[in-house]
């Protein structure tokens, strides 16, 4: 149910992520993959998100569902000292 044509739902995901991301290749980097990788996977709640929400509103929250968990996961890094 989403189109691949329409990609704002991405760029507000990535975006979400960014604001977590420190301004270095490493950290945008690592941003990146981390929104793809929980956009792919869809943890919980995504998934229910992406199921249970219809139409253009549950294309946008699962993405910005993703980028909450990639963003958790940059801050977790970075204070452990690894972002």
Do not use: Q
Not at 19 to 48: E, G, H, M, N, Q
């Amino acid at each position: 149910h989403d189109l691949s044509a329409i990609v704002i739902d991405e760029v507000a995901g990535i975006a979400m992520t960014m604001l977590f991301a420190l301004p270095t290749v490493k950290s945008v980097t690592l941003a990146f993959l981390l929104f793809r990788f929980f956009d792919i996977l869809k943890p919980w709640p995504v998934s229910y998100l992406d199921k249970k929400i219809g139409r253009g509103l549950g294309v946008m929250v699962d993405d910005l569902a993703a980028a909450v968990y990639a963003a958790l996961c940059l801050w977790g890094l970075r204070h452990a000292g690894f972002g």
